[in-house]
């Protein structure tokens, strides 16, 4: 198939999982064509069967942005008008959907096929906005095949944005041969004297991830253990986290390791991983680090529990005390955290590798394409 992926190429969740899907299908033999403002993060070096296209946004006085829905909708047409494909999949609905639609429409009757993937904050925060929900749920409906990233996303996505047609759920997934748990010698020693834990946080570090709540609870874990906090990402809530990371003292026990490439080695080193967000439409950092041997507590919410399920502690998320004593009991429990941490990495390769899950992206298209 001829498959356009249209995404965000920055740090984010939709972003990474639109550029794996992308890489295996175009490594299974499909012709993937990215569109995007930029090349996506994670898509680097030459890859046979992959094309990349920039979406150009000429600004003008009279805008106050420049309309990027417009271009994009234009380069996909473009893009469909030479290379004839047979399906978007626009990741993240906000406005990629709505882009897919308007190019399908621009290039009707052979328009391709519109396949949306819904990831989050598309439904649960920007799809809820009276200025965008009503236009949101028209693309969705508008959509030629709807997949959600978790059950929890697809039933709040019927039940809030009344959309009727059928929304099937895909969950998102990790290319296995990569995400294992592979701890660098030395590593280790570079962040954590002997006998100190290693708690780590993945994040965008925006409001939803709670990066200071992350801080609050690695304060009160250091308190009990010697311990150090590995802070991976970047974002806007980033100094909020650095300030309180002076205030409570812990400068030195606190690693802000910004924006990584490769963050197997870091999760591999990690004892427990920290993940206190208020919203999670499926938690794609929670899945790296299950898959790096890493024990996730986590709040219970959004599709968390579909993708931890027993393989971590999963609680309210404001019971800090109920994350402190989880955590403490990961680092203290050396046969509790060896069991965790067995079962993540089981659950891991035995419901989310890629070879199970693109395929399921693969059938999809074909039904689209009937
Ligand atoms: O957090 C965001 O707003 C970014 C968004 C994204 O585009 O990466 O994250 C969402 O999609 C990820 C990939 O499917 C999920 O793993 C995240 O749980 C989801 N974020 C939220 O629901 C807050």
């Not at 993937?32 to 069967?49: A, D, K, Q, T």
């Not at 429990?333 to 965790?340: G, P, Q, S, T």
Request: with cysteine; aromatic share 8%.
């Amino acid at each position: 198939m001829k498959i356009a992926i249209v995404c965000y190429p920055t740090v984010g969740g939709s972003g990474v999982v639109a550029t794996e899907l992308g890489k295996h299908l175009a490594r299974r033999g499909h012709e993937v064509h990215f569109i995007s403002s930029e090349p996506p993060f994670r898509l680097r070096g030459f890859r046979p069967n992959v094309a990349f296209h920039q979406v150009d946004t000429p600004s003008y006085y009279l805008f106050k942005d420049a309309p990027y829905l417009l271009s994009l909708a234009n380069k996909i047409a473009e893009v469909h008008r030479h290379v004839h494909l047979d399906v978007v999949h626009a990741h993240y609905a906000i406005p990629h959907a709505t882009a897919a639609y308007l190019a399908r429409e621009m290039t009707a009757p052979d328009g391709p096929r519109v396949v949306t993937t819904l990831h989050g904050t598309d439904i649960t925060l920007m799809g809820q906005e009276p200025s965008y929900a009503g236009s949101i749920a028209f693309a969705i409906e508008k959509s030629d095949g709807v997949t959600a990233v978790s059950e929890h996303l697809r039933r709040l996505t019927v039940e809030t944005l009344g959309v009727r047609r059928p929304i099937v759920h895909i969950p998102n997934f990790l290319d296995c041969d990569e995400f294992r748990p592979a701890a660098p010698p030395g590593l280790r020693e570079q962040y954590a004297r002997p006998g100190e834990r290693i708690v780590a946080h993945l994040s965008n570090m925006r409001p939803v991830k709670r990066v200071d709540r992350v801080v609050e609870i690695f304060a009160r874990i250091a308190r009990e253990v010697p311990a150090r906090l590995l802070l991976i990402g970047d974002g806007p809530e980033c100094p909020k986290a650095w300030q309180l990371v002076r205030e409570k003292g812990l400068t030195e026990r606190v690693y802000f390791l910004g924006n990584q490439d490769e963050v197997v080695p870091l999760l591999s080193i990690a004892d427990v991983f920290l993940l206190p967000s208020i919203q999670e439409s499926f938690g794609l950092a929670a899945l790296e680090a299950m898959a790096c041997g890493t024990p996730v507590v986590a709040s219970r919410i959004g599709g968390l529990p579909e993708v931890v399920g027993e393989t971590g502690y999963l609680l309210p998320p404001d019971d800090v005390d109920g994350m402190v004593a989880a955590a403490l009991r990961i680092l203290t429990d050396a046969a509790e955290h060896d069991r965790l941490a067995a079962s993540a990495v089981v659950r891991v390769r035995e419901q989310f590798c890629a070879d199970r899950i693109v395929p399921r992206y693969e059938a999809f298209y074909r039904q689209v394409l009937g």
